[in-house]
């Protein structure tokens, strides 16, 4: 089992290797990466670390209690995360398409809204802003 | 008295200069606010914290009304930014 | 540039890499694969490739047109894919989730409707039949 | 006289035995609809073809009712089942 956050890369594919199976015909997943707005140039993540694994683990078993055929899991990085870099990323995978969207759709819109994560953006004139408002990403 | 280890993330370990303090509050009918007065009036820096912050209590958020109980952990969020 | 029809193993990297960019923060991958169903060993998959190219070409076009800041591409492989491997695969970017979202199933469903590709399922009993109606994947 | 090739995909192919043929349909009005009229009388195994199957002329699926020109390529498609 990979642990749902780490101070590493993300790798996309150890997540689909986690849900996938033969009978799930359909996966969907989802990326978020640090965006070069302004002047960023990188976004320290910080997070509750034991708060945000219990609600990681809350939130897929949600899932699985919703799309009982389906298999979610997620990854959060922490730590400084370059631009263009993946924070976090989503893997549901589901004997058929539409129960695989909406598993993904459901643990991002969760994770953004329930996750004790915080964002400090790193500006490339040394500045750096807590980020205190949902950004829509 | 019941004992409550109180923890500051983000911007509010910033404002307090603290991440972890502990407090003593009455131990029967003490809630998260009562956590939170205790707080500002202990940790220097804590009075600019927002009047009702995002909290959690044993890894949950709750309402600043929750019940606290002796070797609880209440934590107090900045604004949730994950994702 | 990816060729949108392949012979070989679909690489999602590749497709990444295709469509993200720093200021597209969020990226939705779906995947259809192969799935067990019933005795189903493998699926062999048939396409009229140039009307193929082509209608990828106008969906990818339309996309574009819907949703002007997210990029999409796609690869659909083709020949024999055993069960579990994948036949489809969909990248969307966009600066927000929304529309990666919604440019990713887009794309899958013109796919499912559009694309003059065939299936025949092959047994482990040594038949083979013809996939005429649409699956729900 | 408009010469315009046919092709069959998949089932149809092995319908008819045949993946490619060429048929000679009147130059101003055929569509569609004749040429698969003339293949029906030419292709052997053509007869067990739908009534009206799906097609595609020039790489874009059509209706039945579209004009074809000299040269055209008409398609004779099964039931899509990409993806």
């Given at each position: 089992m990979m642990t749902h956050l780490t101070r590493s890369p993300i790798s996309v594919a150890s997540l689909l290797a986690e849900v996938h199976?033969?009978?799930?015909?359909g996966t969907c997943v989802f990326l978020g990466t640090v965006r070069d707005d302004d002047d960023v140039t990188g976004i320290e993540y910080s997070a509750y670390d034991d708060m945000a694994l219990a609600e990681i683990t809350r939130i897929v078993d949600e899932a699985r209690g919703r799309w009982p055929e389906a298999r979610v899991t997620l990854q959060h990085r922490v730590g400084l995360i370059p631009v263009g870099e993946a924070s976090i990323a989503i893997a549901a995978a589901a004997p058929h398409r539409d129960e695989a969207f909406a598993a993904c759709r459901f643990v991002i819109e969760e994770v953004k809204q329930r996750l004790p994560i915080w964002k400090k953006e790193l500006r490339g004139d040394g500045s750096e802003k807590w980020v205190e408002a949902h950004d829509h990403r | 008295m019941a004992q409550v280890t109180v923890r500051f993330f983000a911007r509010y370990a910033e404002l307090t200069g603290c991440e972890s303090a502990a407090v003593r509050v009455p131990?029967?009918?003490?809630t998260v606010r009562d956590v939170l007065e205790r707080v500002r009036e202990t940790?220097?820096?804590?009075?600019?914290?927002?009047?009702r912050p995002l909290a959690a209590l044993n890894l949950r958020q709750v309402k600043l009304d929750a019940r606290v109980s002796d070797g609880d952990e209440v934590a107090l969020l900045p604004p949730l930014s994950g994702g």
């Open positions: 199976s033969a009978e799930r015909g | 131990d029967n009918s003490a940790v220097p820096g804590a009075r600019s914290l927002p009047a």
